[in-house]
């Protein structure tokens, strides 16, 4: 099986920079992600990892660590349009359920001005 | 990008009624597309999942006779949820499996259904 931890809730200031860690445990790692997904609305794709480094995209950066079985989302220049829970969510290609994802509980963030 | 559609965006039924819910990949195919339902403040849960031409792939404790699945096409799902029930009222979102680029999961905007 799997297990996907991330932190519940965070509250950052606008214009400030936030770290949203996921951390997992999985036997066939392969590829970890991670949506945004704001309240009553579907969950958008932001990036995807499946080697260890930082990939960056806009404002948003993610980091992977295979060997830890870490990641991040950082978040950097908030907006209060990025008040959202941001889900991570792990592909793992061993046993039946092959390309399905996993998600981690989301952690909702509150942007606050 | 990706774009999966979903419809409809919200449907309010009476229970014992039949309620089908579509899901489209737009601008590409998609062989294998899957079911998610979503609870308030809860997370995603996987129900199945829609491979193109053959049967779904249903999770455990998900009844396979209530939430009927469709994939006739590399375009389109369905989700049928069958005598629904007021218990069955949730958000219901598709995602459509996109093998080009990063072999993403693109989600549709979700079906916000209510069984009274």
């Known amino acids: 099986g799997q297990n996907i931890d991330q932190p519940t809730e965070m509250t950052a200031t606008e214009g400030a920079i936030v770290q949203i860690n996921c951390t997992y445990q999985?036997?066939?790692?392969?590829?970890l992600f991670w949506y945004q997904q704001h309240a009553g609305e579907a969950p958008t794709f932001l990036s995807y990892n499946v080697l260890d480094g930082l990939e960056e995209k806009g404002r948003f950066s993610s980091f992977l660590s295979r060997s830890k079985g870490y990641s991040y989302l950082l978040l950097k220049e908030l907006q209060m349009k990025d008040s959202a829970s941001y889900l991570c969510a792990v592909r793992d290609l061993s046993g039946a359920g092959s390309y399905q994802l996993t998600f981690g509980k989301g952690t909702k963030l509150s942007v606050i001005p | 990008g990706a774009v999966v559609s979903q419809h409809p965006s919200w449907v309010i039924c009476k229970s014992g009624t039949s309620v089908k819910i579509e899901c489209r990949s737009l601008d590409f195919q998609a062989t294998t597309m899957f079911w998610y339902r979503q609870f308030p403040k809860q997370s995603l849960m996987l129900m199945a999942t829609?491979?193109?031409?053959?049967?779904?792939?249903?999770e455990q404790g998900v009844e396979k006779d209530k939430f009927l699945i469709n994939h006739a096409s590399l375009t389109l799902s369905t989700l049928t949820v069958t005598s629904a029930h007021p218990e069955d009222s949730s958000f219901y979102i598709c995602s459509a499996r996109d093998r080009s680029g990063t072999d993403t999961q693109y989600f549709g905007p979700g079906t916000r259904l209510t069984v009274l």
């Open positions: 829609s491979n193109e031409g053959s049967k779904a792939t249903y």
């Open positions: 999985t036997s066939g790692f392969n590829g």
